[in-house]
């Protein structure tokens, strides 16, 4: 062994001493002594100390509690974007109008959001024949304008006040919107109530495109308890709707086979159609019923129910303003079902505004050039209320024969007066059902 390697303990020699530092250079006791280096400026502060180096740490420290967030968050959205639920409505309503044949959107997770997905739809089709209104008028199809076919959407959904009419009538004025020949205005009675809903949601912004929306979407998962024809179902859904096998964008069209065809207007779920076919009878199959609203006074029907002059003097002028930039301007005063017009008639805190809806509003309306039609039930034209899917709300066949009356009673010079009204009659009168014009095909559900 060298001496060099000897130890002083092994020698029994005193290690010699280590030389101090010299403090006049500016060494400190560390300079000397390796393992004892002190990093502290004159202040006592570690250098590497910094806001920035703090903030990176904070950073690092919270992404690692975030990433099994983030992970569960990324599983549970995947589903939303395979089925087509969480696509941005310009990206659902492209694919949709690109695909051949027909195709059916429906969202389930997320909302409908009729006002985003319909401004969509008119600015991407650019229709002729246009129409606008609440859900009441979304069973107008292409084929009940023959000859106009190409050129129809039905923008139903879009317009859910007056101040909505008004809000569309601006985004024409802008040209937001492609403006149309022809516009079909379906008005509801509560639009020109004394409380009616002075907000617009019009335009509006896409959902899918938030963060925030996604969370809301990812709530109505969790709730929904993820079993059953829930999250799960997701996964496995196929690219087409059950019964039509129409290709299907989203979770109702997918799973339920529900949603919105390319020119606009609703399919309904196919089953509720089959079980008509088997059963054919009138139901009242909103929720609540639309009956048991006029009869508690509640919903559309909530007190005070009076009609506004005012309000309804706006609608015309809204109208007529449209009606000004060269728009052959329709209005509808959509149908109840005879049970439901018989209940609102007989129930005397409705009865002076219904009265104004039925008979004033529209001698308003012609007044100002604006043809109208008033077709109050399907009792008014020899129909039941089998042709009814509810209270309110109309069914497609119900559907066609007001589209034949409007295009009868609109200027044969206008775009409406090029409806073959023959071929009309005769496509009605193949329907296969009251509520429809074809019966789901029930072998090929799921």
Do not use: C
Not at 30 to 50: K, L, N
Not at 364 to 393: A, Q, R, T
């Amino acid at each position: 062994m060298s001496p060099s390697s000897i130890s002083s303990s092994e020698t029994g020699n005193p290690a010699p001493p280590q030389a101090a530092p010299d403090t006049s250079r500016g060494e400190s006791p560390g300079a000397v002594i390796g393992s004892s280096i002190d990093t502290r400026d004159e202040a006592g502060m570690d250098p590497s100390d910094t806001p920035f180096s703090r903030a990176l740490s904070f950073m690092g420290r919270a992404m690692r509690f975030m990433a099994p967030v983030a992970v569960l968050f990324l599983l549970l959205d995947l589903p939303l974007w395979k089925n087509g639920d969480a696509w941005p409505v310009f990206h659902a309503m492209r694919v949709q109008q690109e695909t051949p044949g027909e195709a059916l959107y429906g969202r389930g997770w997320f909302s409908q959001q009729f006002n985003v997905y319909k401004l969509a739809g008119i600015r991407h089709r650019k229709p002729k024949i246009l129409v606008i209104g609440s859900s009441r008028v979304m069973q107008f199809r292409d084929f009940m304008f023959p000859n106009l076919e190409e050129g129809f959407y039905n923008g139903g959904g879009l317009i859910q006040n007056a101040s909505d009419l008004a809000a569309f009538a601006d985004l024409l004025a802008a040209g937001e919107i492609p403006a149309p020949e022809g516009l079909i205005v379906g008005i509801d009675p509560w639009w020109i109530k004394t409380i009616a809903d002075t907000s617009t949601w019009l335009p509006g912004a896409d959902e899918a495109t938030s963060f925030g929306g996604h969370v809301l979407a990812l709530r109505r998962i969790i709730d929904d308890g993820f079993t059953g024809e829930g999250f799960l179902a997701d996964w496995t859904a196929r690219d087409r709707s059950p019964f039509f096998n129409y290709p299907a964008i989203g979770r109702m069209a997918r799973l339920h086979g529900g949603g919105f065809r390319k020119d606009g207007s609703r399919q309904y779920d196919p089953r509720m159609l089959i079980d008509f076919a088997e059963n054919p009878r009138y139901e009242d199959r909103e929720s609540p019923p639309v009956l048991l609203r006029v009869r508690r006074l509640n919903r559309q029907f909530a007190p005070p129910v009076r009609p506004d002059p005012g309000r309804a003097e706006g609608i015309v002028a809204v109208l007529s303003a449209i009606r000004g930039r060269g728009i052959a301007v329709h209005a509808l005063l959509p149908p109840f079902s005879d049970e439901t017009l018989s209940a609102i008639r007989e129930t005397p805190a409705l009865s002076e505004w219904w009265r104004y809806y039925a008979e004033t509003f529209p001698r308003m309306l012609s007044e100002s050039g604006i043809p109208v039609v008033s077709i109050s039930s399907p009792s008014d034209i020899g129909l039941s209320d089998l042709y009814m899917i509810d209270g309110f709300h109309p069914g497609e066949v119900f559907a066609a024969h007001i589209a034949g009356a409007m295009a009868e009673n609109g200027p044969p010079a206008g775009p409406l007066g090029r409806v073959d009204a023959a071929e009309l009659s005769r496509r009605i009168a193949g329907a296969q059902l009251q509520l429809a014009f074809r019966v789901p095909p029930a072998a090929t559900g799921r």
